[in-house]
Nanobody, 112 residues
Framework: QVQLVESGGGLVQPGGSLRLSCAASGIWFSLTTGTWYRQAPGKQRELVANITPDGRTYYSDSVNGRFSISRDNAQNTVYLQINSLKPEDTAVYYC??????WGKGTQVTVSS
């Protein structure tokens, strides 16, 4: 069965950085698009970034220039490096594969 497991979230000060990971089983990021979404309390889930099997990357305007998505096919893991963090980046960050499969999320809290 397909399983996606996010990790790497936590509490960080404004301006800090985290590296989020999405480890997949039963599906391969070498063959399908990996996407990061986030959802803050009371807000709609929003697209953050994605990476296609051929390496094309896309970012939302709100994170462009601060976040970076990457992939390690050998580890079957998609990463999201999140830098210059702001309090408004606080959310649960979710990984999605093939637009069908979802992890349960990892909490990122940006606060001083």
């Amino acid at each position: 069965q397909v399983q996606l497991v996010e990790s790497g979230g936590g509490l960080v000060q404004p301006g800090g950085s985290l590296r989020l990971s999405c480890a997949a089983s039963g599906i391969w990021f070498s063959l399908t698009t990996g996407t990061w979404y986030r959802q803050a309390p009371g807000k709609q889930r929003e697209l953050v970034a994605n990476i296609t099997p051929d390496g094309r990357t896309y970012y939302s305007d709100s994170v462009n220039g601060r976040f970076s998505i990457s992939r390690d096919n050998a580890q079957n893991t998609v990463y999201l490096q999140i830098n210059s963090l702001k309090p408004e980046d606080t959310a649960v960050y979710y990984c999605c594969a093939a637009q069908n499969y979802w992890g349960k999320g990892t909490q990122v809290t940006v606060s001083s």
